[in-house]
């Protein structure tokens, strides 16, 4: 599974975009980028995946880039309530492990 | 609800006792995680089970640790002889695995272990 580097800790204002970075250099075609959230106290939350393209769901935006060494997930309005651990995962289409990294700690500051 | 349950919501138990752990996956989903996390760290791995067959097992699941999903559906995780550096809390998550689906999975809320 490729090795994920995020930034240990970010803070976003509420109501602006909350833009998470994620290193992935050494990930391999048949790996997907997973983003799962843990808010305190809570069990982690799938948010979105993707592959080569584009994602976009209810809740965030996954942007790619075209090598697929880095991605950046987007929360277009960040709420109080988006205060929380951020993991960016490389998961392989055949099986499912999820090895979760340390993540960014996301502040959403009122 | 028919998210991941899991019981019991906290445990503390002494060191050298056994504790054991259920799991209740969404009723439809073939595959079970465990992962065991601890302060300020990301859940760690620990093993899944594809039905009822256990088909991985980490390093970190010391011959202390038994898990088992005797029919596919519920799973148990057993900690015997507990150490106090077996406090941690305890997550469990399920996923549909199929070709062509997102196949994330959906945790459940924990146990949380204190090994005094």
């Known amino acids: 599974d490729a090795k994920t580097t995020q930034p240990p800790s970010m803070d976003c204002a509420e109501g602006r975009a909350a833009n998470l970075p994620c290193n992935h250099s050494?990930?391999?075609?048949?790996?997907?980028v997973y983003w799962y959230r843990q808010i305190h106290s809570q069990g982690p939350q799938y948010i979105i995946h993707?592959?080569?393209n584009n994602e976009t769901n209810e809740m965030a935006s996954l942007i790619i880039t075209e090598d697929r060494k880095s991605s950046t997930l987007i929360l277009p309005h960040a709420t109080l309530r988006d205060t929380a651990v951020y993991y960016c995962?490389?998961?392989?289409?055949?099986?499912?492990?999820?090895?979760f990294g340390p993540g960014t700690s996301l502040s959403v500051i009122p | 609800d028919t998210g991941v349950s899991q019981d019991p919501r906290h445990k503390i138990t002494k060191r050298g006792q056994n504790v054991t752990f259920r799991c209740d996956p969404i009723?439809?989903?073939?595959?079970l995680y465990w992962y065991r996390q601890t302060l300020g760290q990301g859940p760690e791995f620990l093993t899944y089970?594809?039905?009822?067959?256990?088909?991985?097992k980490s390093r970190l699941l010391s011959d202390r640790f038994s898990a088992e999903r005797p029919k596919g559906s519920f799973s148990t995780l057993e900690i015997q002889r507990t150490e106090q550096g077996d406090s941690a809390m305890y997550l469990c998550?399920?996923?549909?695995?199929?070709?062509?689906?997102?196949?994330?999975?959906?945790f459940g809320p924990g146990t949380r272990l204190t090994v005094l």
């Open positions: 089970f594809q039905n009822e067959a256990q088909l991985e």
């Open positions: 995962i490389g998961v392989k289409t055949s099986y499912d492990k999820v090895i």
């Open positions: 009723s439809e989903h073939n595959r």
């Open positions: 998550a399920s996923s549909l695995a199929l070709a062509g689906t997102s196949n994330e999975q959906f």
């Open positions: 050494t990930i391999s075609g048949n790996e997907y």
């Open positions: 993707g592959l080569k």
